[in-house]
């Protein structure tokens, strides 16, 4: 059975880690990792050379991870340990160094090796924007997916070796050609988030269009898409990529919490209150920045449409969860002698 075959190289000088106290001094560290993958029958080269790249990435990601709790640790930043992989990606500035395509025993492997900056210095900045947009638990999804997609593909491969008619070998290249699309949307959307997280907007944007392009039914794409317009005050083009998303998965939380306070800010308050009551419904357990979104503009819609005890009763949460413009909102004459 062919099997996958990882390299990884790590440039991190040990003394760091001794005295972490010297990470105050080293603002920037290079990361170089090395990937390989065996390609096997049924698998295309692009996506087979895509493989050994992504492999190459998510280890040097483990290795910002653990420089970045250093570095947090030593500047007394709080982060929880469930954010330290999606920030350390949102960190990473990733430069493909080499690859090659080599013939070992009758199979074609891939190697990749790439070089990954880590540059700590705005950590605040890239915090504060995973956690708004609830990126931790995106990057934590599309992982498990592509841990999921790893085993599927090892399995179909073990399959099409023991296979014995061009019928069975048919299906299973056609499922492989199914994990190959999906695989190709997920690194593209993976990239995306990493440069959404950086505050690259105008390379998220563009690698959100080749997914798409790729596969117009992922919905994740359409869904950091409507995040990203509508951080960026785009809210006419955000709520088509959140009516996108609930097409296709009626049930996303984001996508209803998305468009809600799209439709707050251009304050159509009645459609707001729906999405906004639908997303609670749907996810009461939102990152903690958008489920302080999620109350305050329900609160201010309520309190525009008239049902002061719900406003008041939202407006509050908010207040306790965010910032002071949703306690601010409280001291509305309205509001303010309400009981």
């Not at 954010?83 to 013939?103: F, Q, Y």
């Not at 939380?253 to 304050?267: D, F, H, L, P, V």
């Not at 459609?271 to 305050?296: N, W, Y």
Request: glycine share 6%.
């Amino acid at each position: 059975m062919k099997k996958l075959v990882l390299v990884v190289s790590i440039l991190l000088p040990w003394y760091f880690f001794l005295n972490p106290a010297l990470l105050l001094c080293a603002e920037t560290r290079e990361i170089v990792a090395e990937g390989t993958y065996v390609m096997g029958d049924g698998e295309t080269p692009l996506i087979a050379e895509g493989r050994a790249v992504e492999q190459a990435k998510r280890y040097a990601v483990e290795q910002a991870g653990t420089y970045v709790k250093s570095y947090s640790r030593v500047r007394n930043f709080v982060i929880a340990e469930d954010e330290i992989e999606v920030l350390a990606s949102g960190m990473l500035e990733i430069t493909i160094l080499d690859k090659r395509r080599m013939i070992e025993a009758d199979a074609v492997k891939f190697w990749v090796k790439l070089k990954a900056i880590v540059k700590p210095d705005k950590i605040d900045v890239i915090v504060e924007r995973i956690r708004a947009n609830g990126v931790g638990q995106e990057y934590v999804q599309i992982k498990s997916a592509y841990d999921e997609s790893q085993a599927e593909v090892a399995k179909l491969k073990e399959q099409l070796a023991a296979v014995k008619t061009a019928l069975e070998r048919k299906e299973i290249i056609d499922k492989l050609s199914i994990q190959e699309k999906e695989f190709r949307s997920s690194q593209l959307y993976s990239d995306a988030l990493r440069a959404f997280s950086a505050g690259r907007m105008d390379e998220a944007l563009d690698l959100i269009a080749r997914s798409l392009a790729d596969n117009p039914a992922f919905y994740r794409s359409y869904l950091l898409r409507g995040f990203l317009y509508f951080r960026q005050g785009k809210y006419d083009k955000a709520i088509p990529d959140f009516d996108k998303v609930i097409s296709l998965m009626p049930n996303s939380a984001k996508a209803y919490a998305g468009r809600g306070i799209c439709y707050s800010n251009k304050n159509r308050f009645k459609a707001a209150i729906s999405d906004l009551i639908q997303a609670i419904k749907l996810d009461p357990g939102f990152p903690r920045d958008l489920e302080g979104g999620i109350h305050g503009h329900l609160g201010r819609s309520l309190l525009a449409e008239g049902d002061l005890p719900q406003a008041k009763h939202h407006l509050l949460i908010a207040c306790k969860i965010v910032d002071q413009k949703f306690c601010q909102a409280l001291q509305s004459p309205r509001l303010k002698n309400l009981k």
